[in-house]
């Protein structure tokens, strides 16, 4: 046997062993778990975020983002007004950065004992993506979210939002823009019956099979190269005890979105994020076979989201559906989809990133 596959055996086997440290209880009928209502519905949001918002932007610069008061209104046609008294904190790494986002992204903290009979009930972190630099990429990237919510309840839940963002010290001007609220990890875990796992360094041929060549091929299909599983670079792990599933995140770098400042890692060698690079492993032809009949089983629906959707440019709109139609017509064809998942994913430079 060659030693260097009779190595990756035996440091698989270790790993295994390694891992059986995080096994958990057997999953909780997730029928029982109580889940509040903030996902439950699609109409947008309305909302006002009152606070200090000079220390907060300051914050975008500091190595640490502490937490700053805040204060969250909405009204509701029968039972009047809320007003919640929160925490909130700007956070991520690229959209933090002045130099990026004219806005920078929060974490809301929301205290669990004073939401009651509100929509934000069994909520208590969430996070808040917001405009950045164009209100158009808010809504692009809440439609890749509720692409994937087709696919598998082991994905993160978003909710669009309508923000009023005023500066409790008079300073600026409030500012009403489009935002998406997006479920906290421990509440996608916790939804599913399960628990996070937090290790990096898991290979993907640990991940359950079905599971990792979906969340495989979803990221080739939106043409995001922007992922890692062992150093869960936009990628988060679920523990279900006997087999782990990935569930993937943060999306604006994919080629559907056409964020302007989105730009290929310069090791994989592509001219732009539009260009489609499969980043997955070879799986076998049978799992192959039920990921793709999946696909084309939600092609219709997937199409639907975007189609006529007036919260979209019709020019976007167009060149979208021209980007899934390339995608289907080489899951369609064999020869083209033997070049992209078997072929060009055995080349080493393809796995580059991890």
């Known amino acids: 046997?060659?030693?260097?596959?009779?190595?990756?055996?035996?440091?698989?086997?270790?790993?295994?062993?390694?891992?059986?440290?995080f096994a958990q209880k057997t999953p909780k009928d997730t029928t029982k778990v109580k889940l509040g209502p903030l996902f439950k519905k699609e109409e947008m949001l309305e909302f006002t975020l009152t606070t200090n918002f000079a220390p907060l932007m300051k914050?975008?610069?500091?190595?640490?983002?502490?937490?700053?008061?805040?204060?969250?209104?909405?009204?509701?046609?029968k039972k009047g007004a809320v007003s919640l008294k929160v925490r909130i904190k700007v956070r991520g790494n690229f959209r933090r950065s002045p130099a990026n986002?004219?806005?920078?992204?929060?974490?809301?903290?929301?205290?669990?004992?004073k939401d009651k009979n509100t929509v934000f009930e069994r909520q208590n972190l969430l996070k808040l993506v917001t405009h950045c630099q164009n209100e158009e990429y808010i809504f692009q990237e809440y439609l890749v979210y509720k692409m994937y919510n087709?696919?598998?309840?082991?994905?993160?839940?978003?909710?669009?939002?309508?923000?009023?963002?005023?500066d409790s010290a008079g300073k600026r001007d409030p500012e009403t823009r489009f935002a998406f609220l997006l479920e906290d990890e421990t509440y996608l875990a916790k939804r599913?019956?399960?628990?996070?796992?937090?290790?990096?360094?898991?290979?993907?041929?640990?991940?359950?099979?079905?599971?990792?060549?979906?969340?495989?091929?979803?990221?080739?299909?939106?043409g995001n190269t922007d992922w890692s599983v062992?150093?869960?670079?936009?990628?988060?792990?679920?523990?279900?005890?006997?087999?782990?599933?990935?569930?993937?995140?943060?999306?604006?770098?994919?080629?559907?979105?056409e964020a302007k400042y989105a730009r290929p890692p310069q090791v994989l060698n592509l001219y732009s994020v539009r260009q489609r690079l499969y980043r997955g492993l070879t799986y076998s032809p049978a799992v192959f076979q039920q990921v793709f009949e999946n696909f084309r089983r939600l092609k219709p629906h997937i199409y639907a989201l975007y189609e006529n959707n007036p919260q979209l440019e019709?020019?976007?709109?167009k060149r979208t559906i021209k980007y899934l139609d390339e995608f289907y017509k080489i899951i369609d064809d064999p020869k083209s989809l033997k070049d992209v998942f078997v072929v060009e994913a055995s080349k080493p430079s393809v796995k580059k990133l991890d």
């Not at 360094?201 to 979803?218: C, E, G, K, N, R």
Request: include cysteine; hydrophobic fraction near 40%; aromatic fraction near 14%.
């Open 1 to 21: 046997m060659n030693h260097s596959i009779f190595r990756k055996i035996i440091a698989g086997f270790l790993l295994l062993l390694n891992l059986q440290g």
């Open 59 to 77: 914050d975008r610069k500091s190595t640490k983002q502490p937490y700053r008061w805040a204060k969250l209104e909405y009204g509701r046609k």
């Open 101 to 113: 986002c004219t806005f920078p992204p929060l974490l809301l903290n929301i205290p669990n004992k």
């Open 150 to 166: 087709l696919f598998t309840d082991n994905s993160f839940k978003a909710r669009l939002a309508k923000v009023t963002y005023q």
């Open 192 to 222: 599913n019956g399960v628990k996070n796992m937090y290790r990096k360094q898991i290979p993907m041929y640990l991940i359950d099979s079905v599971s990792m060549a979906t969340v495989s091929v979803f990221e080739y299909m939106i």
């Open 230 to 257: 062992p150093f869960l670079h936009n990628i988060k792990l679920l523990d279900y005890t006997t087999t782990i599933k990935a569930v993937p995140y943060d999306f604006d770098y994919s080629g559907i979105i």
């Open 314 to 317: 019709k020019g976007y709109i």
